[in-house]
T-cell receptor, first 111, second 112 residues
Framework: GENVEQHPSTLSVQEGDSAVIKCTYSDSASNYFPWYKQELGKRPQLIIDIRSNVGEKKDQRIAVTLNKTAKHFSLHITETQPEDSAVYFCAASRSASKIIFGSGTRLSIRP | DAGVIQSPRHEVTEMGQEVTLRCKPISGHNSLFWYRQTMMRGLELLIYFNNNVPIDDSGMPEDRFSAKMPNASFSTLKIQPSEPRDSAVYFC??????????FGQGTRLTVV
């Protein structure tokens, strides 16, 4: 069945440094790739998404890249801040189909 | 819009009891998802509906779990009988086709 692998499971970076989270997906028909941030005790919330007709997308300190050939996509956070500490989930989906999530990455920002 | 609304927020029940979780999706959204979140298994998709019709329930753990969507503005997830291993946070999410999914605040279920 469809599967999304996410690495690493935990990540600790110095404040101000960059963080990178990587995901791979199995369903080659997937065309929508959202990233969610979940703070402790809260619901997951979308921070950025990318569609299969685009290779890269940026929003301030956050960027996502997509390699459809390799079925890889990544989240890049630059100039990390304490409020970036959270669990991040990648996901893959076809338009009218289910959204499959990765296992999550717990990101900690060291002061 | 008030967003996706789930009730109750917290539920504590005894093993063997029936539990019903409720969800009101965002108006105009045509897909609804039920997820279960645990430390060990992350965000598991249990079932999803398109236009009120169940499309894929392969994630439902066993026959004790059932879900319904009688109309576009309401869905339920029922566990009968409940077991301690069902303890988790259950999220409902909704979206328009191909768009961002919005999550409810979740129901924290504890089965003792």
């Amino acid at each position: 069945g469809e599967n999304v692998e996410q690495h690493p499971s935990t990540l600790s970076v110095q404040e101000g440094d960059s963080a990178v989270i990587k995901c791979t997906y199995s369903d080659s028909a997937s065309n929508y790739f959202p990233w969610y941030k979940q703070e402790l005790g809260k619901r997951p919330q979308l921070i950025i998404d990318i569609r299969s007709n685009v290779g890269e997308k940026k929003d301030q300190r956050i960027a996502v890249t997509l390699n459809k050939t390799a079925k890889h996509f990544s989240l890049h956070i630059t100039e990390t801040q304490p409020e970036d500490s959270a669990v991040y989930f990648c996901a893959a989906s076809r338009s009218a189909s289910k959204i499959i999530f990765g296992s999550g990455t717990r990101l900690s920002i060291r002061p | 819009d008030a967003g996706v609304i789930q009730s109750p927020r917290h539920e504590v029940t005894e093993m063997g009891q029936e539990v019903t979780l409720r969800c009101k999706p965002i108006s105009g959204h045509n897909s609804l998802f039920w997820y279960r979140q645990t430390m060990m298994r992350g965000l598991e998709l249990l079932i999803y509906f398109n236009n009120n019709v169940p499309i894929d329930d392969s994630g439902m753990p066993e026959d004790r779990f059932s879900a319904k969507m009688p109309n576009a503005s309401f869905s339920t997830l029922k566990i009968q009988p409940s077991e301690p291993r069902d303890s988790a946070v259950y999220f409902c999410a909704s979206r328009r086709t191909g768009a961002e999914a919005f999550f409810g605040q979740g129901t924290r279920l504890t089965v003792v």
